[in-house]
């Protein structure tokens, strides 16, 4: 079957840095997308991996291993209005997401 | 980025009656736009697949009858929630998938936020 895993909760500083992980076994694979989603609202797209390697994209950061079905999004200097729900999802075959159950962030002061 | 659009919002109504949730793409056409439904504290679930100009795709568990998907154009998705009780009441989200780019990227609606009383 197909499934995709993700810690359901993690609390963090403000300031500090945080690494949401997020594995993955899906029969196809043609991507991972990262999204943040703010209770009430739709996800809204924080990163997209293909290839092996890290994607930087200013105070976040997401790493794919393909051969270890793994990835990460890695938030630097948080700020309280980085607390919400991180989505991983993996892009299959026929372009739908495989959803993870979501990482809710606490950020405290 | 693409923007896609939902209307309405939110909505409440009496059990019974049935509702008709829109999805736009307005800056794009998309021939493929996907529904899903969330719960509180849950994530998303893909009811079905809507392609242009052909029938739905619904996930396993899902009630084609009940929840009636049109796509009419390729910019426009219609979700109709036919008879609801108090237990279709839920947060459903429609995306718009843009190809062209680099990757294949599901751009979604605000959500539309469905109490049925």
């Known amino acids: 079957g197909q499934n995709i895993d993700q810690p359901t909760e993690m609390t963090a500083t403000e300031g500090a840095i945080v690494q949401i992980n997020c594995t993955y076994q899906t029969s196809g694979f043609n991507g991972l997308f990262w999204y943040q989603q703010h209770a009430g609202e739709a996800p809204t797209f924080l990163s997209y991996?293909?290839l092996d390697g890290l994607e930087e994209k200013g105070r976040f950061s997401s790493f794919l291993s393909r051969s270890k079905g793994y990835s990460y999004l890695l938030l630097k200097e948080l700020q309280m209005k980085d607390s919400a729900s991180y989505l991983c999802a993996v892009q299959d075959s026929n372009y739908q997401l495989i959803w993870g159950a979501g990482t809710k962030l606490i950020i405290k002061p | 980025g693409a923007v896609v659009s939902q209307h309405p919002s939110r909505v409440i109504c009496k059990s019974g009656t049935s509702v008709k949730i829109e999805c736009r793409s307005l800056d794009f056409q998309a021939t493929t736009m996907f529904w899903y439904r969330q719960f509180p504290k849950k994530s998303l679930m893909l009811m079905a697949t809507s392609n242009e100009g052909s029938k739905a795709t619904y996930e396993q568990g899902v009630e084609k009858d009940k929840f009636l998907i049109n796509h009419a154009s390729l910019t426009l998705s219609t979700l109709t929630v036919t008879s609801a009780h108090p237990e279709d009441s839920s947060f459903y989200i429609c995306s718009a998938l843009a190809g062209g780019l680099d990757y294949n990227e599901q751009f979604f609606g605000p959500g539309t936020r469905l109490t049925v009383l």
């Open positions: 991996n293909v």
